[in-house]
C-alpha cells in the first residue's frame, strides 16, 4: 500500500497526486491534510509519499504541523512539491522537519504548476494549460522512480532562498497577506466557511470573519467566492482568479 498525503489549495498539487496514483504498481490512497488530522495521525504503508505546494518559497504551515504530528512507520518516503516560480527554502525544510523525527526522505522531486495568484503573476489560460501539459512528463518520470524506489539527493537549499524564506515569515505576521473580506460584495453563501482547509474562516454576527493566526494562505477562499468578495491586500475584487480545471471544488474538500 502506498498512502499519499496531499495538501492542494486549488487543485494542482491533487492532479499532480491523482495523476501519480494512476501510474504506481501499487495500490494507493490519497490522503487530503487538513484541519481534521494535521495535530495527530497514523501511518503504517510500504510507502508515503508527501504532496504540497510551495507558498513564497516554503512549506504551507498545515503541512509543516502535520508532518511534526504524523507517526509514521514506512521503509519509503518520498517528497514531491509543486511550485509556480522556485522551491526556495522548501526542500531544506522538509528535511529537516523529518530528521527531527529520525526519518529519512528517500526521494525529492519538484513538478512547475501555474501560479494561484493570479493578479500578482498575471498567468492567463493558455500558458496554464501549457504548463499543466508539460507536467505530465515529470508525472511520468516521478511514478517511474517511486515504483523503482529510488534514492536520490538533490540540494535543498541555497543561501539565497533564505532571504524570501525570512520576508515570507514577516509578511506571515502582517496585513500584506491577510485576506480581505468585502461586506458589500459577500452575499453570505458561507462556501467559504466550508472551503476552508483549517476553517479559519467563520459567520459570525451576520458577517465573514477571516481568523488569521491560523490560515495557511491557499488562496482556496479567494479563488473560489462566486462573488470575488475575498482579496489579498494587494487585489481587487476585478483580478482574475485561478483554480485547476480539471479538479472540482468537492475533490478539495
Request: hydrophobic share 35%; with cysteine.
Amino acid at each position: 500500500m502506498v498512502n499519499i498525503f496531499v495538501f492542494s489549495g486549488t487543485g494542482n498539487t491533487l492532479y499532480c497526486a491523482k495523476e501519480i496514483s494512476k501510474k504506481l504498481n501499487e495500490e494507493s490512497k490519497i490522503i487530503s491534510i487538513n484541519f481534521s488530522n494535521k495535530n495527530s495521525f497514523f501511518c503504517e504503508a510500504d510507502k508515503a509519499i508527501f504532496m504540497f505546494p510551495i507558498y513564497a518559497y516554503t512549506i504551507p504551515s498545515i503541512v509543516r504541523e502535520f508532518i511534526k504530528n504524523i507517526t509514521l512507520k514506512t521503509s519509503y518516503i518520498a517528497c514531491v512539491v509543486t511550485y509556480g516560480s522556485s522551491v526556495g527554502y522548501s526542500l531544506s525544510e522538509t528535511n529537516k522537519l523529518f530528521l527531527k523525527k529520525n526519518l529519512t526522505i528517500n526521494y525529492f522531486s519538484k513538478i512547475k504548476m501555474p501560479e494561484n495568484i493570479g493578479s500578482l503573476f498575471k498567468e492567463n489560460e493558455t500558458k496554464n494549460d501549457l504548463i499543466i501539459s508539460l507536467s505530465n512528463n515529470l508525472v511520468n518520470e516521478i511514478s517511474y522512480d517511486i515504483n523503482n524506489l529510488v534514492n536520490n539527493k538533490t540540494k535543498t537549499s541555497s543561501f539565497i532562498s533564505l532571504f524570501p524564506k525570512a520576508l515570507y515569515r514577516t509578511f506571515e505576521r502582517t496585513i500584506f497577506i491577510k485576506n480581505r473580506v468585502s461586506h458589500k460584495r459577500c452575499n453570505k453563501c458561507r462556501l467559504c466557511t466550508i472551503i476552508c482547509p483549517l476553517r479559519a474562516i467563520r459567520f459570525e454576527n451576520n458577517a465573514i470573519k477571516v481568523n488569521h493566526s491560523s490560515c495557511t494562505h491557499c488562496q482556496r477562499c479567494i479563488n473560489n467566492c462566486p462573488k470575488l468578495a475575498i482579496t489579498l491586500f494587494f487585489q481587487n475584487h476585478k483580478d482574475k482568479r485561478y483554480t485547476n480545471k480539471y479538479i472540482k471544488l468537492e475533490e478539495l474538500l
